[in-house]
C-alpha cells in the first residue's frame, strides 16, 4: 500500500489549531491510478466562554459531563466544591456535592446551577448518559479517606427528579465517564481499579443487558505490563461493533484495549506514543472522525493543557496534539456535537475558584461514504496521510 505525506497549502504541522489532515486515495481505473484528495481540518475556537463559575457551594467547579437530551437540550453534570477533593468540615457539612445545568441555546448560555444529588460525603466525578428510552442515568463515586464505590442515580422526567442511588461496583472501582449504550442495546459502564497501596491499578467495565437494572461484576482490563493505570476509563463503539477503550497512566504512556464480544472480554493493554488524562471519546456527527479530548502532561515537569488528537481510521492513528487551551491543566473534559455540525468542548480550569469553561470545534472536509466508488467501480487501495 503506497504512503504519502500532505499538509494543508504544503505548510508544516506544529500541533496548533486549524491545522489539517489530508488522505489520498488511489483508485484501479481501466489501468490507470487516480489520486482523490479528501481533506480534514480541525480548528478549536481562538476564546472560550464560562458554563459555571460559582455553583454556589464552596466556587470549585470541576470534572464536567455534557449530554445531548432529546428534548434538544444539552445537560452539563458537574462537581461543586471548595477543593478538589471537599470532605466535610465546617460550613461544608456534606462535602463535595453533584449539580447540573442545561442549555436551550446549544451552549451560548446556561441555566442556574442545581443540585443533582448530594450525599454526606464527597460525591464526584459525575457523568450523564440519557438512554434510547429517554431515561437519563447519571454515575459519580463517593469519596472519603478509601472511597465508597461507584453509583447509579436514574431520572424518568429528564432530570426534574432522581431515584435514591444503586451500586454500580464497589471499592476501589471507581467511575469518571458516561455509561454507553452501544448497537446491541447492552449498556457499558467504564471504571477503574485502583489500589494505591497494593500499587495495581487497571481499566475495568460492567455490563447490563437489562436496561440498567442489574450490573455484571466488574470485569478487568488486562495490564500484562503492570504500568499503574489511574485509567479514568473511556471508550467508544466502532464502526465493525468492536469496542476500544482508553487508560490513564499518570506518569507515562496512555494505554488502549479493544473488545470484540461488546465489553464481555479485553485485549491486553498496550501502549500509545503520548500521555494523556482523563480522556473523552466523541464520534462526529457525520460518524467519519473520533476526537479525543483530554489533559495534556509532561512529566517529569508536572505541566500540560487541555489538549485534542483525531482519528479518521477508527482509532487506529491519531494526529498530532491540537491545543484546546494552554492555560488549562485541569481538563477532565467533555464533548457534545451541536446541531451545526460543530462540537462543545467543556473542561474545567483546576486551582483555587476554578470554573468550568467551553469552546467550539468544527470539523470541516470529511469525506462522505461512497464518494470514491463513483470515480470508479475498483477500489484497490488507500494511503492514510499522515501529518508532518
Same mark, same amino acid.
Given at each position: 500500500?503506497?504512503?504519502?505525506?500532505?499538509?494543508?497549502?504544503?505548510?508544516?504541522?506544529?500541533?496548533?489549531?486549524?491545522?489539517?489532515?489530508?488522505?489520498?486515495?488511489?483508485?484501479?481505473?481501466?489501468?490507470?491510478?487516480?489520486?482523490?484528495?479528501?481533506?480534514?481540518?480541525?480548528?478549536?475556537?481562538?476564546?472560550?466562554?464560562?458554563?459555571?463559575?460559582?455553583?454556589?457551594?464552596?466556587?470549585?467547579?470541576?470534572?464536567?459531563?455534557?449530554?445531548?437530551?432529546?428534548?434538544?437540550?444539552?445537560?452539563?453534570?458537574?462537581?461543586e466544591g471548595y477543593s478538589h477533593i471537599s470532605p466535610?468540615?465546617?460550613?461544608?457539612?456534606?462535602?463535595?456535592?453533584?449539580?447540573?445545568?442545561? =442549555?436551550? /441555546?446549544? %451552549?451560548? #448560555? +446556561? @441555566? *442556574?446551577?442545581?443540585? $443533582?444529588?448530594?450525599? &454526606?460525603?464527597?460525591?464526584?466525578? !459525575?457523568?450523564?448518559?440519557?438512554?434510547?428510552?429517554?431515561?437519563?442515568?447519571?454515575?459519580?463515586?463517593?469519596?472519603?479517606?478509601?472511597?465508597?464505590?461507584?453509583?447509579?442515580?436514574? =431520572?424518568? /422526567?429528564? %432530570?426534574? #427528579? +432522581? @431515584? *435514591?442511588?444503586?451500586? $454500580?461496583?464497589?471499592? &476501589?472501582?471507581?467511575?469518571?465517564? !458516561?455509561?454507553?449504550?452501544?448497537?446491541?442495546?447492552?449498556?457499558?459502564?467504564?471504571?477503574?481499579?485502583?489500589?494505591?497501596?497494593?500499587?495495581?491499578?487497571?481499566?475495568?467495565?460492567?455490563?447490563? /443487558?437489562? %436496561?440498567?437494572?442489574?450490573?455484571?461484576?466488574?470485569?478487568?482490563?488486562?495490564? &500484562?505490563?503492570?504500568?499503574?493505570?489511574?485509567?479514568?476509563?473511556?471508550?467508544?463503539?466502532?464502526?465493525?461493533?468492536?469496542?476500544?477503550?482508553?487508560?490513564?497512566?499518570?506518569?507515562?504512556?496512555?494505554?488502549?484495549?479493544?473488545?470484540? /464480544?461488546? %465489553?464481555?472480554?479485553?485485549?491486553?493493554?498496550?501502549?500509545?506514543?503520548?500521555?494523556?488524562?482523563?480522556?473523552?471519546?466523541?464520534?462526529?456527527?457525520?460518524?467519519?472522525?473520533?476526537?479525543?479530548?483530554?489533559?495534556?502532561?509532561?512529566?517529569?515537569?508536572?505541566?500540560?493543557?487541555?489538549?485534542?488528537?483525531?482519528?479518521?481510521?477508527?482509532?487506529?492513528?491519531?494526529?498530532?496534539?491540537?491545543?484546546?487551551?494552554?492555560?488549562?491543566?485541569?481538563?477532565?473534559?467533555?464533548?457534545?456535537?451541536?446541531?451545526?455540525?460543530?462540537?462543545?468542548?467543556?473542561?474545567?480550569?483546576?486551582?483555587?475558584?476554578?470554573?468550568?469553561?467551553?469552546?467550539?470545534?468544527?470539523?470541516?472536509?470529511?469525506?462522505?461514504?461512497?464518494?470514491?466508488?463513483?470515480?470508479?467501480?475498483?477500489?484497490?487501495?488507500?494511503?492514510?496521510?499522515?501529518?508532518?
Amino acid at each position: 500500500m503506497m504512503e504519502m505525506l500532505y499538509c494543508k497549502d504544503n505548510k508544516p504541522y506544529f500541533g496548533i489549531p486549524g491545522t489539517c489532515i489530508t488522505t489520498v486515495f488511489y483508485i484501479l481505473c481501466f489501468g490507470g491510478i487516480v489520486p482523490v484528495r479528501a481533506e480534514v481540518s480541525v480548528e478549536v475556537s481562538s476564546s472560550f466562554s464560562y458554563v459555571v463559575t460559582n455553583g454556589g457551594y464552596g466556587g470549585y467547579e470541576a470534572f464536567p459531563d455534557l449530554a445531548r437530551l432529546q428534548d434538544c437540550r444539552l445537560m452539563c453534570a458537574f462537581y461543586e466544591g471548595y477543593s478538589h477533593i471537599s470532605p466535610p468540615k465546617a460550613g461544608y457539612p456534606t462535602g463535595g456535592r453533584i449539580m447540573y445545568v442545561t =442549555s436551550s /441555546d446549544e %451552549g451560548v #448560555s +446556561w @441555566s *442556574t446551577p442545581t443540585v $443533582l444529588y448530594d450525599t &454526606p460525603e464527597d460525591d464526584r466525578d !459525575p457523568s450523564i448518559t440519557q438512554l434510547s428510552d429517554g431515561r437519563l442515568l447519571a454515575t459519580y463515586f463517593t469519596y472519603n479517606d478509601g472511597g465508597l464505590g461507584s453509583y447509579l442515580i436514574q =431520572s424518568n /422526567d429528564a %432530570g426534574l #427528579s +432522581w @431515584s *435514591t442511588p444503586r451500586s $454500580l461496583a464497589p471499592a &476501589p472501582y471507581f467511575i469518571s465517564s !458516561p455509561i454507553v449504550e452501544v448497537s446491541t442495546g447492552r449498556l457499558i459502564a467504564p471504571l477503574y481499579y485502583e489500589d494505591d497501596v497494593a500499587g495495581i491499578a487497571h481499566g475495568a467495565v460492567t455490563l447490563s /443487558d437489562d %436496561g440498567g437494572a442489574n450490573w455484571s461484576s466488574p470485569i478487568d482490563i488486562p495490564n &500484562p505490563s503492570g504500568v499503574f493505570l489511574d485509567a479514568e476509563t473511556n471508550l467508544i463503539e466502532r464502526k465493525d461493533g468492536s469496542l476500544w477503550a482508553i487508560q490513564r497512566a499518570s506518569h507515562s504512556l496512555a494505554q488502549y484495549s479493544v473488545s470484540t /464480544d461488546q %465489553g464481555e472480554t479485553w485485549s491486553d493493554s498496550e501502549s500509545l506514543d503520548f500521555i494523556a488524562h482523563s480522556s473523552y471519546l466523541l464520534r462526529s456527527a457525520d460518524s467519519h472522525v473520533i476526537l479525543m479530548a483530554y489533559r495534556s502532561y509532561e512529566w517529569p515537569a508536572g505541566t500540560g493543557y487541555t489538549a485534542l488528537r483525531y482519528s479518521l481510521d477508527e482509532c487506529e492513528t491519531w494526529s498530532d496534539p491540537i491545543t484546546i487551551d494552554a492555560d488549562c491543566i485541569g481538563a477532565y473534559p467533555s464533548m457534545v456535537n451541536l446541531n451545526d455540525g460543530s462540537v462543545l468542548v467543556t473542561y474545567y480550569e483546576e486551582g483555587g475558584g476554578s470554573d468550568i469553561r467551553a469552546r467550539i470545534i468544527t470539523i470541516s472536509g470529511a469525506p462522505e461514504p461512497g464518494t470514491f466508488i463513483l470515480f470508479c467501480a475498483g477500489l484497490i487501495g488507500l494511503t492514510r496521510g499522515k501529518r508532518i
